[in-house]
T-cell receptor
Framework: DAGITQSPRHKVTETGTPVTLRCHQTENHRYMYWYRQDPGHGLRLIHYSYGVKDTDKGEVSDGYSVSRSKTEDFLLTLESATSSQTSVYFC??????????FGPGTRLTVL | AQRVTQPEKLLSVFKGAPVELKCNYSYSGSPELFWYVQYSRQRLQLLLR??SRESIKGFTADLNKGETSFHLKKPFAQEEDSAMYYCALYTGTASKLTFGTGTRLQVTL
């Protein structure tokens, strides 16, 4: 597996609380992505980064923010978690090729 | 806008039977397509990409630009092929991929 880790791997939280998920890579890849995976929807892009401090929105960015202060770390923040954000979150990385490498996923439950 | 369609949510086949997972796409540019596989509770991993024209684990996929399809095929299904399969389209911007909704392949004895 490419050097991608996600933390935490599992989290249960309550509606209205802030949550931050971390993606860490050791591959020095330029691009990083956050997806959510939901039954019937497949993988949907939340946000992505094309360099340190360079980020942009994906197709389902409402309610999420990201930050990338270092090449190796890409943080996803839910400012005020809602039950609709219960999902499995995957981080991915890519260099200048078209292939993406995925992290192990974080299972988030919002009660 | 680009779009990837996988019409089947679940495909159930017997061991040894042929498999075809359907994928259709819409994209105005020159497409680059992938199949990713996700085994139970594991991370997604690349299965194959059309530009390499290789066969991985007995799976093949041919890009048909006329039918805008990239169906995944295997002549004889194995139990270990049971997994979730995603078709993905590369759009050439920031290495972004657009994924289909996925097809769960279930291979039974």
């Amino acid at each position: 597996d490419a050097g991608i880790t996600q933390s935490p791997r599992h989290k249960v939280t309550e509606t209205g609380t802030p949550v931050t998920l971390r993606c860490h890579q050791t591959e020095n890849h330029r691009y990083m992505y956050w997806y959510r995976q939901d039954p019937g929807h497949g993988l949907r892009l939340i946000h992505y980064s094309y360099g340190v401090k360079d980020t942009d929105k994906g197709e389902v960015s409402d309610g999420y923010s990201v930050s990338r202060s270092k090449t190796e770390d890409f943080l996803l923040t839910l400012e005020s978690a809602t039950s609709s954000q219960t999902s499995v979150y995957f981080c991915a990385i890519s260099d200048h090729s078209s292939e993406q490498f995925f992290g192990p996923g974080t299972r988030l439950t919002v009660l | 806008a680009q779009r990837v369609t996988q019409p089947e949510k679940l495909l159930s086949v017997f061991k040894g039977a042929p498999v075809e997972l359907k994928c259709n796409y819409s994209y105005s540019g020159s497409p680059e397509l992938f199949w990713y596989v996700q085994y139970s509770r594991q991370r997604l991993q690349l299965l194959l990409r059309h530009i390499s024209r290789e066969s991985i684990k007995g799976f093949t996929a041919d890009l048909n630009k006329g039918e805008t399809s990239f169906h995944l095929k295997k002549p004889f299904a194995q139990e270990e092929d049971s997994a979730m399969y995603y078709c993905a389209l590369y759009t050439g911007t920031a290495s972004k991929l657009t994924f289909g909704t996925g097809t769960r392949l279930q291979v039974t004895l």
